[in-house]
T-cell receptor
Framework: DARVTQTPRHKVTEMGQEVTMRCQPI?????VFWYRQTMMQGLELLAY????????DSGMPKDRFSAEMPDATLATLKIQPSEPRDSAVYFC??????????FGQGTRLTVV | GENVEQHPSTLSVQEGDSAVIKCTYS??????FPWYKQELGKGPQLIID?????GEKKDQRIAVTLNKTAKHFSLHITETQPEDSAVYFC????????????FGAGTQVVVTP
């Protein structure tokens, strides 16, 4: 499929709960990025993978966030436990060998 | 690391006029400069990009210019239309960093009929 698919599109959860966001890359794309978008910070890179191996997750709070790629068709971003300050839109973007990155529609997370 | 600055933060233009958004970058190793358009409730959409071996690129009403010496690049939209209203982001990356994009803060463009 020639688009990045993210699920869920919206998530409302209570503080302390686990949140899992999923991303299906464009077929054949071997680089996956996770970005977080807020009004204050703009688009921040949380982590990225190439050929399913993590390359950089320095933008991610390690104590509560984790990112994985169980296989080439699925990337996940987990937050455990979630906090109100995690409320944001989380985007997955994928790219192939030409460096063009294509974004999904995002997961809007609200932690209450 | 790379730092990208984008100006202006908001831009209001009359339909039919031109809009120009400017970005500067800090890392001389950056060699790929895409522009994204984000509409409300949607993900950023790649609209045009330029690589460091090219000074200018055009696609219908949009064009991008790159000045490697000065480390700045610009987006030009001509004959603006109401559907051009959106937030535009510039970004920079390099092959050394596997295409990791550093984004500017964004420009809210409003085209008034």
């Amino acid at each position: 499929d020639a688009r990045v698919t993210q699920t869920p599109r919206h998530k409302v959860t209570e503080m302390g709960q686990e949140v899992t966001m999923r991303c299906q890359p464009i077929l054949g794309h071997n680089t996956v990025f996770w970005y977080r978008q807020t009004m204050m910070q703009g688009l921040e890179l949380l982590a990225y993978f190439r050929n399913r191996a993590p390359l950089d997750d320095s933008g991610m709070p390690k104590d509560r966030f984790s990112a994985e790629m169980p296989d080439a068709t699925l990337a996940t971003l987990k937050i455990q436990p979630s906090e109100p300050r995690d409320s944001a839109v989380y985007f997955c973007a994928t790219s192939g060998n030409l460096m063009e990155a294509f974004f999904g529609q995002g997961t809007r997370l609200t932690v209450v | 690391g790379e730092n990208v600055e984008q100006h202006p933060s908001t831009l209001s233009v009359q339909e039919g006029d031109s809009a120009v958004i400017k970005c500067t970058y800090s890392d001389s190793a950056s060699n790929y400069f895409p522009w994204y358009k984000q509409e409300l409730g949607k993900g950023p959409q790649l609209i045009i990009d330029i690589r460091s071996n090219v000074g200018e690129k055009k696609d219908q009403r949009i064009a991008v210019t790159l000045n490697k010496t000065a480390k700045h690049f610009s987006l030009h939209i001509t004959e603006t239309q109401p559907e051009d209203s959106a937030v535009y982001f510039c970004a920079a990356s390099s092959t050394d960093s596997w295409g990791k994009l550093q984004f500017g803060a964004g420009t809210q463009v409003v085209v008034t009929p």
